[in-house]
């Protein structure tokens, strides 16, 4: 059994806490108090990917909440779900991070981070076989994207042959007016190039056109995309937590999804995914979660495939679905968009299948795709980043907390850098297509 540890930082990260949890518990036939109330053991037999089980046989999930400020975690306490956690997994502070990463990585975070270790070490040593951690946070606010980039340099210090995978949330003027959140992103990025094995990226921008033109839902709230995001995190977790026709892990994903080290950013996306009224209207079937995956409109990040070249794809699908049903569609969709796809990676789509859908649901699909799409979405942060530092806007607010303006300009420079190393892939891609439609020709 390989165990994940699950880290959730920052107000988004904890926030996310709530709904991941819910749909956790209810896929496991866990109450509120983590006691099983299924009818068969098939969600058992690998629950303890994410759960402890206690001596009053309840279960408890493997996770450690923290932020700078206590008021998000009394929230989460105090939720419907509160009691399930153990109350020595909440870890907080006293002040705010202002949404400064600085005071979450230089000052106010690193004063946290040795009771999160110490908390990490508790639960590493009741593990059997710790696979790698899971970390959820906010790359705009101050402690998600400072404490989150100084945890994950820390957890590759103490345990270098584990896997690090994070689910980020990447700002978006859409959703937030806080108007330091490009400095935060980029720090964040930049760290994570080196710190991170897994990286899905979750744009507020892509999710809040998600909730509004595809879920039709006339103002879209926090919880709204925190639902979306939970969903997909269960979607891609699930293979994880179930035995299927064919299975995955952290460590079977880091080897068919990274071909190369520092590409490792991916864009998720789900389906089905269509309004509440016309779900009765529409049948759901292999080929149409097909469509959808690959469809622009239910990816979770601002970038459009099309413009880029899918170096590594993976969907997961979830039901009792067959696995040649499903290996021929996604066959024939490679070979329908060829030129998308890398031409000098071979086999670079692949599928799992979990037999258990989601609660209420005949099917789903869950997407991954290693895009140099990506590079749009990093180039839109870098171009709010440069239009604030050449103005040297808001500085004052970081170099007060020990920073440098050499390490804003370092920072910028290795964001770019990544940005250069997708872009040449894809030029790459292409130029092959062209010499073998010459040699054609």
Not at 379 to 389: E, H, K, L, V
Request: overall charge negative.
């Amino acid at each position: 059994m390989r165990e994940i540890v699950v880290f959730h930082l920052g107000q988004c990260g904890n926030r996310v806490a709530e709904n991941f949890w819910e749909y956790i518990c209810d896929e496991h036939c866990l109450n509120t108090e983590g006691q099983f109330e299924g009818q068969h053991y098939l969600p058992l037999q690998r629950i303890n990917v994410y759960f402890d089980e206690s001596p009053c046989c309840n279960f408890v999930p493997r996770s450690i909440f923290a932020d700078l400020e206590p008021s998000t975690l009394n929230y989460l306490r105090c939720s419907r779900y509160g009691s399930l956690f153990s109350p020595e997994s909440f870890i907080s502070g006293k002040t705010s991070a202002g949404n400064n990463w600085a005071r979450g990585y230089h000052t106010e975070g690193a004063e946290l981070l040795d009771q999160i270790e110490d908390c990490t070490r508790r639960m590493v040593e009741g593990c059997d076989c710790l696979q790698g951690f899971q970390l959820v946070h906010s790359i705009g606010g101050g402690t998600g994207s400072g404490l989150g980039t100084l945890l994950l340099e820390n957890l590759k210090d103490h345990f270098p042959g584990k896997i690090t995978n994070t689910f980020s949330v990447i700002p978006s003027p859409k959703v937030s007016e806080v108007v330091v959140e490009p400095y935060n992103a980029v720090f964040a990025l930049s760290s994570m190039i080196r710190s991170s094995d897994e990286t899905f990226c979750l744009d507020n921008e892509a999710l809040y056109d998600i909730c509004v033109n595809t879920l039709r839902l006339p103002v879209p709230d926090l919880d709204d995309l925190n639902h979306l995001i939970a969903s997909a995190m269960a979607g891609i977790t699930c293979s994880f937590r179930y035995p299927g026709q064919l299975n995955s892990d952290l460590r079977k994903l880091l080897t068919n999804m990274v071909p190369y080290r520092r590409l490792h950013f991916f864009v998720p996306g789900l389906a089905p995914l269509c309004a509440r009224d016309s779900e009765c209207y529409r049948q759901t079937t292999v080929p149409e979660l097909v469509y959808q995956l690959f469809s622009t409109n239910n990816l979770m990040a601002a970038c459009d495939p099309q413009l880029g070249t899918f170096l590594t794809a993976a969907a997961i699908f979830r039901g009792r679905l067959s696995t040649r049903t499903v290996e021929e569609h996604m066959g024939s969709v490679r070979l329908k968009n060829e030129l998308s796809f890398s031409n000098f990676i071979p086999n670079n789509v692949k599928s799992a299948i979990c037999d258990v859908p989601p609660r209420g649901m005949k099917m789903a699909a869950t997407f991954i795709a290693n895009t140099t799409s990506i590079t749009q979405l990093f180039r839109r942060i870098t171009g709010q980043f440069g239009t604030m530092f050449r103005q040297r806007a808001f500085l004052h607010w970081y170099t007060g907390e020990g920073m440098d303006e050499a390490e804003f300009t370092e920072m910028e420079k290795g964001l770019a850098d990544l940005v250069e190393e997708y872009d040449s892939y894809k030029e790459e891609g292409r130029t092959k297509d062209d010499v073998e439609d010459d040699d054609e020709e």
